[in-house]
Nanobody, 113 residues
């Protein structure tokens, strides 16, 4: 059974950093592109970053380019999102997902002074 579990969210002041982690299990992780997606308050989901099977990032939404960095460790079935210089508009529920729509419950990130 495919399972994705995120961690690492929290409350941080503007300009701060957080690293989100996603633990994957129940499927052949090495064969899947992985995504970080965020659900902004009152809005639909927004794809934040995508990473290929070989660990090469293939997409960042414009608003996070140069601040967020996606990575993965195929030996540990983990995908990460390093978030730097966080802004209040980054406040959202962040979750990892596969391209076929499987996703975890998410971890809340709140950026506020």
């Amino acid at each position: 059974q495919l399972q994705l579990v995120e961690s690492g969210g929290g409350m941080v002041e503007p300009g701060g950093s957080l690293t989100l982690s996603c633990a994957a299990s129940g499927f052949n992780f090495n064969n899947y592109e992985m995504n970080w997606v965020r659900q902004l308050p009152g809005k639909g989901p927004e794809w934040v970053a995508i990473i290929k099977r070989d660990g090469v990032p293939s997409y960042y939404v414009d608003s996070v380019k140069g601040r967020f960095f996606i990575s993965r460790d195929n030996s540990k079935n983990m995908v990460y999102l390093q978030m730097n210089n966080l802004k209040p508009e980054d406040t959202a529920l962040y979750y990892c997902a596969t391209l076929d729509g499987s996703r975890g419950p998410g971890t809340q990130v709140t950026v506020s002074s």
